[in-house]
């Protein structure tokens, strides 16, 4: 390979790699952004972020049984529970932390785990399938549930609405 700078050496891909970054530039440029502030969260729209960091967090609060943690990813316009439980209903997102706290208080988790997550970072909405093996505080009886976890975009972040509860 040559080195000397000559067509066909190691130039050409600087070359290439130049004429990328520029035209980068150049597109920045014609849709109106100053290319020094593309990274400038004031300047630009918010990124359309993924849901799968939520959908870990989720995962853990549930294995560790943090209402709060649960509760705090609610959405303001509150949380919808359906299903075969006793506990279907519609909750603000105060009342949510009651929710999850009776919850834990009444189950143990032994494993919760998302199957199936689909996250588009583009949509309005993104699902986690979930598997939840519990077993009642007053029980040895293990109970396997399978969960729907509904997230929506709240002001460019994703927040839970809804809980459907299915075996």
Known sequence: MRTDGRAGGRSTGRAARLAAVGGILLALAAAGQDPARAGDPER????????????????????????????????????????HN????EYSPAQAVYFFRNLFQAHRTLLFTFRMTQDDASGR????????KRRRVDSERIIEQQMLLVLTREDGQ??????????
């Open 125 to 132: 909405f993104a699902r986690g399938m979930a598997d939840w």
């Open 44 to 83: 630009s729209p918010p990124a359309r972020q993924s849901a799968g960091p939520v959908f870990a967090r989720m995962a853990a609060a549930f294995e560790d049984g943090d209402a709060a943690a649960l509760a705090a990813l609610v959405h303001r316009d509150g949380l919808r529970v359906t299903g």
């Open 86 to 89: 006793e506990r279907a209903g």
């Open 158 to 167: 994703w927040r839970l609405a809804e809980i459907n509860l299915m075996r």
